[in-house]
């Protein structure tokens, strides 16, 4: 049943009428407004996905597209784009008068979400009984079809033979082999735009970041991450994936909630150049706000430094070295003892990350209707 109208006045039509799209406020209701050929149109201001700002969005057609995630609503029904027309966000009657915009904002139209099975990376983190569980994560890049040898994926799959011998199940994810997207800098756009999981991860099936997700998160009670060195940083792949689990580190800084809990983290840095130290003091430190333990002596490297640019003498040095195979073996040991000691404690205490925990997030987005 329809109310008493409650038309507020909300600026200039000649104003209004300069932009596209943007946000108003009707009394204490944000709405996005847009104009389009001279007619107006109201909608609620929070999206339906996370209550991403409509109004700060953009036009594609007769769709005003979120610009957090890029979900779309009919700029006048508030309807989902075709496919989608149950998802709805509230419109408002709009009219015109003495060169006024007005908006009714006693009638707006029913919010709709329609209700869609939870993510499978949401259940609650729990590990699964069984043995002590060894990652390798492999982060050179290299043709498939064309194979050369890479002295970092050579050690890490000798931490994972080493693993085995030790009662271990283990796994070899390669990144190479997977398809993922690059991070689209939803954090950039606001906190609550970055998601667990992934925003990309749940709007793209075809994304194959989930299986990292999935092994870290749930799978690995460590992990062992092998780089070769580039210019004196990580691999370029080893930084994609990383800025693909930021939402990991989001929900700790925001939330306190610790998707890494007791679980163990190492790293093999291998490289004709030199700069050992200074890339694995970039992954402690990441690895380190994601929640991940360390066992003494965290990693092994090797380079020959800036004046030994000789490649196949560095291969052959990695392929032969007898200390570095020990030594990537002893790795895989350490991690698994402390990935152990871990899982038996009999009391594991949640240690709070401190920082953001109770800030106030900014939420006028979202109406109340």
Same mark, same amino acid.
Not at 26 to 31: D, F, I, N, R
Not at 298 to 315: A, K, L, Q
């Given at each position: 049943?329809?109310?008493e109208?409650?038309?507020?006045?909300?600026?200039?039509?000649?104003?209004?009428?300069?932009?596209?799209?943007?946000?108003?406020?009707?009394?204490?209701?944000?709405?996005?407004?847009?104009c389009?050929?001279?007619?107006?149109?109201?909608?609620?201001?929070?999206?339906?996905?996370?209550?991403?700002?409509?109004?700060?969005?953009?036009?594609?057609?007769?769709?005003?597209?979120?610009?957090?995630?890029?979900?779309?609503?009919?700029?006048?029904?508030?309807?989902?784009?075709?496919?989608?027309?149950?998802?709805?966000?509230?419109?408002?009657?709009?009219?015109v008068?003495?060169?006024?915009?007005?908006?009714?904002?006693?009638?707006?139209?029913?919010r709709?979400?329609?209700?869609?099975?939870?993510?499978?990376?949401?259940?609650d983190?729990?590990r699964?009984?069984?043995?002590?569980?060894?990652?390798?994560?492999?982060?050179?890049?290299?043709?498939?079809?064309?194979?050369r040898?890479?002295?970092?994926?050579?050690?890490?799959?000798?931490? +994972?033979?080493?693993?085995?011998?030790?009662?271990?199940?283990?796994?070899?994810?390669?990144?190479?082999?997977?398809?993922?997207?690059?991070c689209?800098g939803?954090?950039?756009?606001?906190?609550?735009?970055?998601?667990?999981?992934?925003?990309?991860?749940?709007?793209?099936?075809?994304?194959?970041?989930?299986?990292i997700?999935?092994?870290?998160?749930?799978?690995?009670?460590?992990?062992?991450?092998?780089?070769?060195?580039?210019?004196?940083?990580?691999?370029?792949?080893?930084?994609?994936?990383?800025?693909?689990?930021?939402?990991?580190?989001?929900?700790?800084?925001?939330?306190?909630?610790?998707?890494?809990?007791?679980?163990?983290?190492?790293?093999?840095?291998?490289?004709?150049?030199?700069?050992?130290?200074?890339?694995?003091?970039?992954?402690f430190?990441?690895?380190?706000? +994601?929640?991940?333990?360390?066992?003494?002596f965290?990693?092994?490297?090797?380079?020959?430094?800036?004046?030994?640019?000789?490649?196949?003498?560095?291969?052959?040095?990695?392929r032969?070295?007898?200390?570095l195979?020990?030594?990537?073996?002893?790795?895989?040991?350490?991690?698994?003892?402390?990935?152990?000691?871990?899982?038996?404690?009999?009391?594991?205490?949640?240690?709070e990350?401190?920082?953001?925990?109770?800030?106030?997030?900014?939420?006028?987005? +979202?109406?109340?209707?």
């Open positions: 049943m329809a109310r109208p409650q038309w507020i006045d909300v600026g200039s039509s000649d104003e209004l009428s300069k932009h596209e799209l943007q946000r108003v406020n009707a009394k204490t209701t944000p709405v996005a407004l847009s389009k050929d001279g007619k107006f149109g109201a909608i609620s201001h929070g999206c339906n996905h996370v209550g991403g700002p409509l109004g700060e969005g953009k036009l594609d057609g007769e769709y005003v597209v979120c610009p957090w995630h890029h979900y779309k609503f009919h700029r006048a029904t508030g309807e989902g784009e075709p496919g989608y027309e149950d998802d709805k966000v509230p419109s408002f009657p709009v009219k008068e003495k060169g006024r915009v007005l908006v009714d904002i006693a009638n707006p139209t029913k709709n979400k329609p209700k869609h099975d939870p993510h499978p990376l949401t259940r983190v729990i699964a009984p069984g043995p002590l569980r060894l990652a390798g994560i492999s982060t050179t890049v290299m043709d498939e079809a064309y194979p040898f890479s002295g970092s994926d050579h050690l890490l799959n000798v931490a +994972l033979e080493a693993g085995k011998k030790a009662g271990a199940e283990t796994k070899m994810v390669r990144l190479n082999q997977l398809k993922f997207r690059h689209e939803y954090f950039s756009k606001s906190l609550r735009a970055c998601t667990w999981p992934c925003s990309i991860t749940q709007m793209d099936p075809g994304d194959q970041m989930d299986q997700y999935e092994l870290m998160v749930f799978w690995a009670d460590a992990i062992i991450v092998a780089t070769p060195i580039r210019w004196g940083s990580a691999s370029s792949l080893y930084f994609k994936m990383v800025e693909r689990l930021n939402c990991m580190q989001v929900d700790v800084a925001t939330k306190e909630k610790q998707l890494i809990i007791n679980k163990v983290a190492g790293f093999i840095i291998v490289g004709g150049q030199d700069n050992v130290q200074g890339v694995a003091g970039s992954m430190s990441f690895f380190g706000e +994601l929640g991940y333990h360390f066992p003494k965290p990693y092994i490297g090797h380079s020959r430094g800036w004046s030994h640019e000789d490649m196949e003498n560095n291969v052959r040095i990695v032969e070295s007898k200390a195979a020990r030594g990537a073996g002893a790795l895989a040991e350490r991690c698994l003892e402390m990935a152990r000691k871990l899982i038996d404690a009999p009391v594991q205490p949640v240690i990350r401190g920082g953001l925990k109770g800030r106030p997030v900014m939420a006028d987005t +979202l109406d109340k209707d």
